[in-house]
């Protein structure tokens, strides 16, 4: 799942469940009852901080540190977990999720990001172990939902998978539709966003328009639900309302703090398709100067892109530049090692 778009096993049942089940609750009541330290809670803190800034190497020392402490604390597994999410490091991430849902098993996040790693696995694999591993996907977020129904993000997974999966493996469109019921109660905006994406799926394009643009109308940071037009219009070669789209959403998220990554979301869609590269360049830019960064889109990962941007147009120095920044924040993400210029 990607910031773009956007980009564990379930609860087990079988034989043996009901002995893990009680090994569960005891290390949930020993987390419980273990006070962690002030030092350990600013250094997770920080680690965060880390994580949001795409500071991925320091972030990842600062947890291994935490860890070698208490290899079991779940909030150190869960970010460890993030961040190897961000480098694009799935198989690695998901060991640290899946320990964290075993130490914590009632906290929704922890599902929620163990589901997202699977995804990613599956969305790689085989088809026997995608099968298998789109499953347990689903299963995650089922569970994600159902610790935490007003998690509008566990929410939004789930009505994705539900919109994509076919009935094998748990999909269904109207599984989807009461999805973004919920959704709808919870922020009108997300929910007509995905109702939006349920016509498109559905080839109602003039039904999944006016939902698209019923968010933006309803949205408190309408500078996503531009982009989400804008994705729209790009998806069906509309590329003059798709430019609208992205400069509106650009102007949106210059008066909200909140919509730094609705920038990088204009930018990568302008970057795949092959609009209008200045105003891309120009997007990744402000986000990556951005005080506002998220993990939903690393700021590794937009100085990649934004090398690859300046290496079309003729750039070559500021191609190196961005890369040498994006393996200084994280010399493991391969995406920038393997960058030709």
């Known amino acids: 799942m990607s910031a773009v778009s956007q980009t564990g096993s379930g609860l087990r049942t079988g034989p043996g469940a009901g002995y893990l089940a009680r090994i569960s609750a005891l290390l949930l009541l020993g987390a419980l009852f273990a006070k962690p330290s002030a030092g350990a809670n600013a250094s997770l803190a920080t680690a965060n901080a880390d994580l949001q800034a795409g500071k991925a190497d320091e972030a990842v020392a600062a947890l291994r540190e935490a860890l070698s402490a208490d290899s079991r604390d779940p909030e150190a597994n ?10 694009q490091q799935f198989e690695q991430a998901s060991s640290y999720c899946e320990k964290a849902v075993q130490v914590a098993p009632q906290n929704a996040r922890y599902h929620l990001w163990f589901g ?26 089922e569970t994600a939902v159902r610790l935490d129904p007003r998690d509008l993000d566990a929410l939004t997974d789930l009505g994705q998978f539900y919109t994509e999966a076919p009935g094998a ?13 919920q959704m709808e109660a919870l922020d009108p905006a997300r929910g007509q966003q995905m109702r939006g994406g349920l016509a ?14 019923a968010a933006i109308a309803h949205a408190s940071h309408p500078a996503f639900q531009w982009m989400a037009l804008a994705s729209f219009y790009r998806r069906h070669e509309r590329w003059p309302e798709m430019e609208a789209a992205v400069k509106s959403g650009e ?10 990554v609705a920038l990088f979301n204009g930018a990568s869609i302008l970057a795949r398709a092959n609009r209008q590269p200045e105003l ?13 960064k998220t993990e939903e889109a690393p700021a590794f990962d937009a ?25 200084a924040l994280a010399h493991e993400y391969k995406p920038a090692q393997d960058l030709k210029l």
Do not use: W
């Open 280 to 292: 891309a360049i120009k997007l990744f830019e402000s986000y990556v100067a951005s005080p506002d």
């Open 78 to 87: 869960n970010l460890l977990c993030r961040v190897q999410f961000t480098l």
């Open 303 to 327: 100085l990649v892109r934004l090398a690859k941007l300046r290496k079309q147009m003729g750039d070559a120095p500021g191609a190196e530049r961005e890369k040498g920044a994006a393996l």
């Open 251 to 260: 102007a949106a998220a210059a008066h909200d703090r909140h919509a730094a």
């Open 169 to 181: 493996i748990g999909g269904g469109m109207d599984k989807a539709e009461g999805v973004a019921k």
């Open 116 to 141: 997202r790693t699977l995804g990613e696995r599956a969305s790689r694999a085989s088809f026997l172990t995608a099968f298998s591993l789109a499953k347990r996907t689903r299963e995650e977020f």
């Open 200 to 213: 498109e799926k559905n080839k109602d394009l003039d039904a999944a328009e006016q939902e698209f643009k």
